[in-house]
């Protein structure tokens, strides 16, 4: 069965940074797009970044354009976000998931696999 494990989520005040990693497992990510997905309390889960097979396509939520980054290592078998300068309104629990395509989907019905989240708590 496919797993997919997030890590590096936890309590920052704003303007701190956090790196989330998600690592595959009995999947081969090397040709699939990856993507990264947050879900506050009381709303729905919303796309926030993803990167095609090979990482030279990224599309991103323009709530955090220029404050988050995402990468991959398809040799590690995982996806990063990097999050910096980070504000309450980031407060969600995160979760990776892998495309059903190569490519860098932005609606949660492109995506196969989901991990089980990791929580990012920001205050102010």
């Known amino acids: 069965q496919v797993q997919l494990v997030e890590s590096g989520g936890g309590m920052v005040q704003a303007g701190g940074s956090l790196r989330l990693s998600c690592a595959a497992s009995r999947l081969t990510i090397n040709n699939y797009g990856l993507g990264w997905f947050r879900q506050a309390p009381g709303k729905e889960r919303e796309f926030v970044f993803s990167i095609n097979w090979n990482g030279d396509n990224t599309n991103y939520a323009d709530s955090v354009k220029g404050r988050f980054t995402i990468s991959r290592d398809n040799a590690k078998n995982t996806v990063y976000l990097q999050m910096n300068d980070l504000k309450p309104e980031d407060t969600a629990a995160y979760y990776c998931?892998?495309?059903?395509?190569?490519?860098?989907?932005?609606?949660?019905?492109?995506?196969?696999?989901w991990g089980q989240g990791t929580q990012v708590t920001v205050s102010s």
């Open positions: 998931a892998t495309a059903s395509t190569p490519w860098a989907p932005v609606y949660e019905y492109g995506y196969t696999y």
